[in-house]
C-alpha cells in the first residue's frame, strides 16, 4: 500500500473567507439517497478534495451545488448569496465545472469552445450581434482575445483552429477546463480531471490547477487518482453512500483506516457499481486504477 508515499502538497498560501457553503444538502432520486446531509464550505484560495468509492454520490452532490439538480433538501450559497437551482444562473454568480463525461461543442474549434463560455459575460449578444454594430465587433473581439489567452494558459495556444472532437483526450479536458475558465468564474468544480491521462499529462494538470488557484480562485476536484488529490489539496472530503465519512487534510485522510476501507474492503460500492447512470467511460478507467493507486 503506497497511500503514503504522496509528495507533501503544495499548500494555498493564503486561505480566505468562506465562498461557497454547502448546508445540509440531500439529493434522492424515489428510494435512492444518493447525497445525505452533506455539508462542505470551500474558502477564498483553497483547493478542495472530494473522493469516494464509486456510486457514493460526487458528481451527484456537483450536480446539486450546479444547479443541474434541484436538491430534495439542503442550501448551498456562494458568496453568501443563496444559488436558485438553475445552471445559467449559478455560472453568473461565479461558479463554473467540468464534466466526468467531457461536453464539448465537437464540430466547433478550440478557440470557438471557449469563445461560448465567454458568452455569459458579454453584453451585447442580443440585438447587436443581429445588427453587428461596432460594439458587437469590439466585443467579439475581446472575446477572441481572452479566448485565445485562456487556451494559453492550459496550454493549449497552438490548437486554436483544431476541432475538438479531434483533439487527444487529456486536450479536450484541458479544453473544458478553459471555457470554464471563460466564465470568469471565483469557484470551479472539476470532476475527474485526469481520467485516462496517462502520468505525465496527470502531472501537467496538477500543475495547471495550482496555476488556477494562483489566479485568485478556489477549486473542488473530484478523483481517483490519490497520489493526484493528496498532493494537490489543502483539504478532502471522503464521500461514502452519499454521506461524509472522512474530512480533514490529505495526511488525516490518506491515513485512516475508514478511507482505505471504504476503497477497498467495506464492499460499500454493491449495489451501485454496475449501476452508475454517470455515462461510461472516464470513470470506469479511473476507478480501475483506484485500487493501484491506493
Ligand atoms: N439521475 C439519476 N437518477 C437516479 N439515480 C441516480 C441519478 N444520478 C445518480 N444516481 C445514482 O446516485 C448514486 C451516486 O451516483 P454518482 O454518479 O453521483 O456517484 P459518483 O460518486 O460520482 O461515482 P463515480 O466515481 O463512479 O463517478 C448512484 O447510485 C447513481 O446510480
Ligand atoms: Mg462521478
Known amino acids: 500500500m503506497t497511500i503514503t508515499e504522496t509528495p507533501p502538497p503544495a499548500h494555498a498560501a493564503t486561505v480566505g ?17 444518493a447525497v445525505k446531509d452533506v455539508d462542505m464550505t470551500v474558502r477564498e484560495g483553497e483547493i478542495v478534495g472530494l473522493i469516494g ?16 439538480y434541484k436538491p430534495t433538501e439542503g442550501v448551498v450559497t456562494l458568496g453568501g448569496e443563496v444559488l436558485p437551482p438553475k445552471p445559467r444562473a449559478v455560472v453568473v454568480a461565479g461558479m463554473a465545472r467540468t464534466f466526468q463525461n467531457i461536453r464539448l461543442f465537437a464540430n466547433m474549434t478550440a478557440l470557438e469552445n471557449v469563445m461560448v463560455g465567454r458568452y455569459c459575460r458579454t453584453t451585447s449578444m442580443a440585438l447587436t450581434s443581429i445588427l ?12 477572441r482575445a481572452r479566448a485565445q489567452e ?24 484541458r479544453l473544458e477546463i478553459a471555457r470554464a ?37 478556489a477549486v473542488v476536484v473530484i478523483e481517483h487518482d490519490m497520489r493526484f488529490i493528496f498532493g494537490l489539496c489543502d483539504r478532502v472530503l471522503c464521500l461514502v453512500r452519499g454521506e461524509v465519512l472522512v474530512e480533514g487534510t ?20 454493491d449495489d451501485d457499481d454496475e449501476d452508475d447512470s454517470a455515462p461510461a467511460g472516464s470513470s470506469d478507467r479511473a476507478s480501475h486504477s483506484t485500487e493501484e493507486k491506493l
Do not use: W
Open 17 to 33: 473567507a468562506p465562498i461557497l457553503e454547502a448546508r445540509g444538502v440531500t439529493m434522492r432520486f424515489g428510494g435512492l439517497t
Open 250 to 269: 490529505p495526511g488525516e485522510v490518506q491515513s485512516d483506516p475508514r478511507v482505505i476501507e471504504a476503497y477497498i474492503g467495506g464492499g460499500d460500492d
Open 132 to 143: 453587428r454594430g461596432p460594439k458587437f465587433r469590439r466585443e467579439e473581439e475581446a472575446t
Open 150 to 173: 485562456l487556451l494559453e494558459f492550459v496550454g493549449l495556444g497552438g490548437s486554436a483552429e483544431h476541432l475538438a472532437r479531434n483533439m487527444p483526450y487529456g486536450d479536450q479536458r
Open 53 to 68: 468509492p464509486n456510486g457514493a454520490g460526487k458528481t451527484t452532490f456537483f450536480n446539486c451545488l450546479t444547479g443541474l
Open 181 to 217: 475558465l471563460a466564465t470568469d468564474p471565483k469557484l470551479i468544480l472539476l470532476d475527474e480531471p485526469t481520467a485516462g491521462m496517462n502520468p505525465q499529462e496527470t502531472k501537467q494538470a496538477s500543475d495547471l490547477i495550482f496555476r488556477i488557484r494562483d489566479s485568485g480562485l
